[in-house]
């Protein structure tokens, strides 16, 4: 059914596939990049990706304006200041992040800074602030799951205030996503596993979630479809270049879906477990799924019954009564989450992700007051929140 | 010859702007009376800073609504007064007009994007609470039930609180 009103906006070009990066010097070019800064981590420098991004300018005649290494993975404001300072020092005109949510949240703060020329980043926090185009930020992610190379936040925290500040604007969407199989080829089994279920929450919520329209059913359903088929083979299989390939594009087709869409209360809660008890937010997203779709089930039902396409294959869907779909997508997502405990020890309740019983009434007021609740589609109480995180616990 | 193209002035939408004008007045004369008696309320704003205001205004200027919180308690402070520390945006008169007649809900309202944030999302979570409670109070379950993902419940003693605001609260802003 169509919602009576909605809205979808993207305007990330996305380059995906063999030797993808390769392209990224012309890319450059056409956006007026002559001297881009690099902004990653040490995880990312140590296994040799940002090696290959370098290699990728070899006769291209660009020279990049250096590359800042040292985010780490809860990016500060400190940290956003210093690298914009770097920026400004090397006559730099562009950003290229390449990580996992951390750098790319960096990189679009550091473009806040040195495109609106401040130097106090709180003054452009909360929503639709900015007010004018800024610099050209490209995004190369080296995990398969956040999609925020596609998103138009950045989280970064504020440590002298104990807060998380977000920036939402659409301004801060990238130009430009590159997907390249190289760049997710040493994830280990681990952060595949939980970047991956990530990946399938934002798809899954979009789908099921109140903001939902038709073009981010769409690209929902298509993410679906390639985490179904591939992320226990890249779990299993690191090395598959193709399924890696598979879940980078689910990843973003993910990121474009839920930026629209919105999420649920299983990010809601996830934040909040994230915040209190330091849940690493895939393994969080992991964990709540099944719990919250149960919760869900009485506004849901139909959407999570057109899941089990996708998600199960056409057999699976032929052979399932349509009474049966809804409850049936659910199993399977226990049955996925079971698979890849076997496989890595993915943690399937909050016990296993050494979560103390004592905070899980934190987790809840918290868990309360996170804005993706907004959009879930059924009520939630602090006493629902608590329910659910007793029941998610063991 | 040059071909001529005149300025176009649109004109106003009296009918629509008077009833959201009269809709702010009443939710903001009801914040008053319903946070001085109503405990699931009182509980919410405990946790806003004395003096924390907050803003209901249709883009891009007005109507407006601002209340404040002076001594534990929400103070209706008319449509001017500035800056707030939390505002919630219509984009349009008829977004507000759909909402503010029960033909949308809040929670549709977020949903289709026909309302923005501004400022600390956990407070607008915890305002969005206090808004559900007061339209328990203004509206009738059936309208409730439509507009509403769960209606609050509403036990008979607050049908006395229900009734002062409506004799009250809403005529004289007590």
């Known amino acids: 059914m169509l919602p009576s009103y909605y809205e979808f906006y993207n305007p990330v070009k996305i380059i995906s596939g063999e030797k993808a990066l390769d392209n990224l010097p012309y890319e450059l070019n056409r956006l007026q990049v002559t001297r881009p800064l690099i902004i990653t981590d040490k995880g990312v420098t140590d296994a040799g990706l940002v090696k290959t991004v370098i290699r990728a300018f070899a006769e291209s005649g660009i020279i990049l304006g250096g590359v800042y290494d040292d985010v780490p993975s809860d990016s500060s404001v400190t940290v956003v200041n210093d690298i914009a300072g770097v920026f400004r020092r090397n006559e730099c005109d562009g950003l290229i992040a390449v990580g996992g949510g951390s750098p790319i949240d960096t990189a679009k703060a550091v473009n806040i800074l040195v495109s609106e020329e401040g130097d106090n980043l709180f003054q452009f926090a909360g929503h639709d602030v900015l007010r004018r185009p800024l610099k050209p930020l490209v995004v190369i992610p080296t995990t398969a799951g956040t999609g925020s190379e596609v998103t138009y936040v950045a989280v970064i925290a504020d440590p002298s205030r104990k807060v998380k500040m977000s920036f939402t604007s659409a301004y801060l969407y990238p130009r430009l996503a590159v997907l390249d199989p190289r760049m997710t080829l040493s994830i280990p089994p681990g952060i595949t596993a939980a970047t991956g279920m990530d990946a399938l929450s934002h798809a899954m919520e979009a789908v099921t979630c109140l903001q939902k329209n038709p073009i981010s059913d769409a690209l929902a359903m298509a993410s679906i479809d390639l985490i179904g088929k591939n992320l226990l083979k890249v779990v299993a299989h690191g090395r598959d270049e193709e399924a890696r390939l598979a879940m980078s594009n689910a990843a973003c087709l993910a990121g474009a879906a839920f930026s629209n869409s919105m999420v649920g209360l299983v990010h809601s809660l996830g934040h909040a477990a994230g915040g209190v008890a330091g849940v690493p937010h895939g393994v969080a997203m992991s964990i709540f799924l099944p719990y919250v779709f149960d919760y869900n089930m009485e506004k849901t039902a139909p959407d999570l019954a057109r899941l089990l396409l996708p998600f199960g294959g056409p057999e699976e869907y032929a052979n399932t009564p349509p009474a049966h779909r809804a409850r049936r997508t659910i199993e399977l997502i226990r049955a996925l989450r079971q698979s890849l405990y076997d496989l890595c020890q993915l943690p399937r309740t909050l016990k296993e992700a050494e979560v103390s019983r004592d905070k899980l009434e934190a987790i809840a007021r918290t868990a309360i007051n996170d804005g993706s609740l907004t959009f879930n589609p059924v009520e939630v109480t602090y006493d629902d929140a608590l329910l659910l995180l007793r029941e998610a616990y063991d | ?174």
Not at chain 2, 70 to 94: H, N
Not at chain 2, 109 to 129: H, N, T, W, Y
Not at chain 2, 153 to 172: D, E, H, N
């Open chain 2, 1 to 174: 010859m040059e071909t001529s193209c005149l300025l176009v002035k649109p004109g106003r939408k009296r009918f629509k702007s008077l009833v959201v004008k009269t809709v702010f007045l009443i939710l903001g004369r009801s914040f008053h009376a319903a946070s001085k008696l109503d405990l699931d309320i009182k509980k919410e704003i405990e946790t806003w800073d004395e003096g924390f205001k907050f803003m209901m205004k249709v883009f891009p200027e007005s109507p407006s609504m601002i209340v404040e919180k002076r001594k534990g308690i929400l103070v209706y402070r008319g449509s001017k007064g500035g800056s707030a520390d939390l505002t919630i945006i219509f984009k349009s008169i008829e977004s507000a007009f759909l909402v503010f007649t029960a033909q949308c809900g809040t929670c549709r309202a977020f949903a289709e994007s026909r309302v923005i944030v501004s400022g600390d999302i956990s407070k607008a979570m915890s305002l969005v609470r206090c808004l559900n409670i007061l339209q328990r109070y203004l509206f009738p379950l059936f309208i409730n039930r439509f507009i509403l993902k769960r209606p609050p419940s509403m036990p008979w003693y607050k049908q006395f609180i229900r009734a002062y605001i409506y004799l009250l609260g809403v005529p004289f802003g007590l």
